[in-house]
């Protein structure tokens, strides 16, 4: 199947082994994201009584908005992880949680959403440990382990960077290659991070990976970057993104998906 879309609605294709959904535009993205949540919340409540689910930040905390007192999820049975985090104050300005309040996380925590948060220190060795034990706190039937001891979330939320870097694992950096933890820690002179690991990424029931818009600096938007992601030989090492290949949904709009090739 080629890569076509039409007017209000989307494609499927398949890319090597990926999925690929090409929608209109950012704002179909952004539906058809939501509407993904709501599913596997859905799904994952009916089978298990509970929903666990990771978000990024960037562009889908904008998107997500759309469930914004429209959703029928039930979020006292939900549990919320980051998939990357800033090491700041929560309330600083580029807190992921503090940019996610206005947008939809006040309101849903208001509903009982559990939320596994930093401790809000710039101290990145002292929030891995403490992510890692909250984490690890989680009950079993919430949030399960796999054969590996990795937590098994129902969906993950990621978005990617124009260097392939997803949640904070750079492409080159020993963090990508970590198969031990389940959140690392990245430091860098103005702002550490943490990061879920890939293994972590990995195990999730159902991955995600959603890319739209376009900007005067990156004019293709992330369209070179989606060629890597999706059809160039790549490791995670060179480009992390192309780890998540073969195991996610690619949600893209028509910028993103511009120059990728019909199969």
């Not at 076509?4 to 294709?13: F, L, T």
């Not at 929608?23 to 596997?40: F, R, W």
């Not at 129902?154 to 950096?173: A, E, K, N, Q």
Request: charged share 25%.
């Amino acid at each position: 199947m080629g890569l076509r879309s039409s007017a209000g609605r989307s494609s499927i294709s398949n890319l090597a082994m990926a999925t690929v959904r090409v929608e209109d535009d950012v704002n179909a993205v952004g539906k058809a994201l939501c509407d993904i949540v709501e599913k596997s919340a859905a799904k994952a409540i009916a089978e298990k009584g509970h929903f666990a689910f990771t978000i990024p930040g960037g562009s889908i905390l904008k998107m997500l908005s759309g469930l914004n007192g429209k959703s029928s999820i039930d979020w006292s049975k939900a549990t919320m992880a980051y998939i990357n985090h800033r090491c700041v104050a929560l309330d600083d300005e580029t807190s992921t949680d503090h940019k996610a309040q206005p947008l939809f996380l006040e309101s849903w925590e208001k509903q009982g959403l559990n939320v596994v948060k930093l401790t809000g220190s710039t101290d990145a060795a002292k929030e891995e440990a403490a992510y890692i034990a909250a984490l690890k706190a989680i009950p079993g039937d919430k949030l399960p382990l796999d054969p590996n001891g990795m937590p098994m979330f129902d969906l993950s939320l990621i978005g990617v960077g124009t260097d392939g870097h997803i949640g904070s694992l750079y492409p080159g950096t020993p963090q990508v290659a970590d198969k031990s933890k389940t959140v690392v820690s990245v430091v860098k002179p103005a702002s550490s991070s943490i990061s879920l690991s890939l293994p972590v990424m990995l195990a999730s029931k159902e991955i995600v990976v959603a890319s739209a818009g376009k900007s005067e600096k990156y004019p293709l938007g992330k369209a070179e970057g989606m060629v890597r992601a999706l059809e160039k030989e790549e490791t995670a090492d060179s480009f992390p993104a192309s780890a998540l290949r073969d195991a996610a949904t690619w949600i893209l709009d028509k910028d993103s998906a511009a120059l990728l090739k019909s199969k």
